[in-house]
C-alpha cells in the first residue's frame, strides 16, 4: 500500500477509537449478564436488583456515541452516491468533503450543548430518580467522552481533506473521505473473514 493510500489522521485515529469501542462492549456484555442473573433472582429467588435497567441504559448512551467514532474511522457511515457517483472527480471531492465539514459541524455543535449539560448537572449537583441515586455527572461526563472522540475525528478528518482538496489532491480526498464502493466493501468483508480465520491465508 503507497503512502497515499494511507490516511494519517485514521492511522492516529483508528486505536483510539477502537479501544473506546472495545471497552463499551465489554460494558454492555457486563450488563448483559447483570440482566441474565436479574432474570433468574426474579424467577427463583423473588428478588430483584435495584437499577439494572438504569445502568443499562448509562452503558448504551455511552456506547452510541463512541461508536459514531469509530464508524467514522472505519467508514461505516450509511451514505448515498446515488448521484455523486456521475459527478466529475473534482466535484465528487467538493460534495465529499462538504459532508465531512457538515458533520464536523454538527460534531462540534452536539458536543458544545453536551457541554452545557454536564455543567448544569454539576451545578444543580442532579442524581437519578431511581432508587441507585446515580450522581448524573458520572454517566454524563461517559457519554461525553464519547461525542468528544467524534468530535476530534470529524474535525481532524475535515481539516485533512480540506487541505488535499485545496492543494489539488482530488483523488486522493475522494480515495479517503468518500463512500465505499462496492469493491472496496467486498474486499473490506474477505479482510474481515480472513482475520477472523486465519488458517484461510495458508487453505490451499
Same mark, same amino acid.
Given at each position: 500500500?503507497?503512502?497515499e493510500q494511507i ?48 445502568? $443499562? ?47 464536523? $459541524? ?7 450543548? $453536551? ?30 467522552? $464519547? ?14 481533506g480540506l487541505f ?11 480515495m479517503h473521505y ?27
Amino acid at each position: 500500500m503507497g503512502k497515499e493510500q494511507i490516511n494519517p489522521v485514521t492511522r492516529i485515529a483508528q486505536p483510539i477509537a477502537r479501544w473506546a469501542a472495545l471497552l463499551c462492549g465489554w460494558a454492555l456484555m457486563a450488563v448483559v449478564a447483570l440482566i441474565c442473573i436479574e432474570i433468574v433472582a426474579r424467577k427463583l429467588f423473588n428478588s430483584s436488583f435495584q437499577g439494572v435497567d438504569e445502568i $443499562g441504559g448509562y452503558v448504551m448512551a455511552v456506547l452510541s456515541c463512541t461508536g459514531f467514532a469509530y464508524a467514522l474511522v472505519t467508514n461505516s457511515h450509511v451514505r448515498v452516491d446515488l448521484l455523486i457517483a456521475r459527478l466529475p472527480r473534482s466535484a465528487q471531492a467538493i460534495a465529499n468533503i462538504l459532508a465531512m465539514v457538515i458533520l464536523a $459541524g454538527i460534531a462540534v455543535f452536539i458536543v458544545m450543548r $453536551g457541554t452545557v449539560v454536564l455543567q448544569e448537572t454539576l451545578e444543580f449537583g442532579s442524581v437519578s430518580t431511581s432508587p441507585l441515586q446515580t450522581p448524573l455527572w458520572i454517566p454524563q461526563s461517559l457519554w461525553l467522552a $464519547g461525542l468528544v472522540l467524534f468530535m476530534l475525528v470529524a474535525v481532524a478528518y475535515a481539516a485533512h481533506g480540506l487541505f488535499l482538496t485545496l492543494t489539488g489532491k482530488t483523488s486522493v480526498a475522494n480515495m479517503h473521505y468518500g463512500p465505499p464502493s462496492l469493491l472496496d466493501e467486498v474486499e473490506q468483508e474477505i479482510a474481515a473473514l480472513e482475520s477472523r480465520d486465519p488458517q484461510s491465508e495458508t487453505a490451499p
